[in-house]
């Protein structure tokens, strides 16, 4: 499995992204896809999991609210992740992640920028 992110730029506070993260390769081994976030000098942190049938969502106390993921029922390869109401404090490269039973792949990582 392969995952691309797209998306990430530079918005001000009180503006909207939307992320994407396209999986290739075995995506029929996929359980369940999340976003992580790392800002300078910070651990990753876990943002948004959803299940591979797109039916069970769970987010981050700091996002809940402001984010959303999603994904492409039609393909299940492709997850997005909207963001609302961004504020500075979400300034981070952020990644994607699929979780299959005896592996886990990561993306390379997209730039979210927010502007005070």
């Known amino acids: 499995v392969q995952l691309v992110e797209s998306g990430g730029g530079l918005v001000q506070a009180g503006g909207s992204l939307r992320l994407s993260c396209a999986a290739s390769g075995s995506t029929f081994s996929i359980n369940a896809m999340g976003w992580y976030r790392q800002a300078p000098g910070k651990q990753r942190e876990w943002v948004a999991t959803?299940?591979?049938?797109?039916?069970?969502?769970?987010y981050a106390d700091s996002v809940k609210g402001r984010f959303t993921i999603s994904r492409d029922n039609a393909a299940k390869n492709t997850m997005y992740l909207q963001m609302n109401n961004l504020k500075p404090e979400d300034t981070a490269v952020y990644y994607c992640?699929?979780?299959?039973?005896?592996?886990?792949?990561w993306g390379q990582g997209t730039q979210v920028t927010v502007s005070s």
């Open positions: 992640k699929a979780q299959g039973t005896y592996f886990s792949r």
């Open positions: 959803i299940t591979s049938g797109g039916t069970s969502t769970n």
